[in-house]
């Protein structure tokens, strides 16, 4: 599924709740990681609380919220719509991405893995829990907020056994 050309994420969690993390892009050969985003909820170990997120631009941070809502930028979507379900039975969570650009998430045959394909079919971006990595293709890379954030909202609500 993936090519040695994609990007690669690597999330790791400081504390136990999985709400609060960062994520590292792995670069080059050497490995070399640079941080790119961070994660963090309120109220630890809570079930309330709002989790926040931020992306580092130019060697500074910037702040966008997960709640009921999430910034892209300027672009305000509910986390609702980043989960659409088609229907009762769908095993895949669908979002949207620029001007009515669509992309899924679905389970890996392992029932553990995810990965992302656009309309067409064709993969885009691959989670591997036991890794706690996210690869992405080249092609994706104008859309890697949403993907980063869409990722962790579905390991999320599938570890809480909400897929």
Known sequence: MTAETDMVFRFVNPTD???T??????VGTAHEELELYK?????TGS????TTYQRKKYEHWSSNTIASVVYFGLEEVSVRDLRKVKNATSHSRRFKSGVGA??????SENRTDLYCIDSQDKYIASWSNHERILRVTPR???MLDRLVVTCFLNVWFKRLGRW
């Open 17 to 19: 709740d999985t709400r």
């Open 21 to 26: 993390f960062r994520v590292y892009q792995v």
């Open 39 to 43: 994660f963090s909820h309120s109220m």
């Open 47 to 50: 079930s309330g609380g709002t």
């Open 102 to 107: 669509g992309y899924k998430w679905k389970i």
């Open 140 to 142: 994706a890379s104008a």
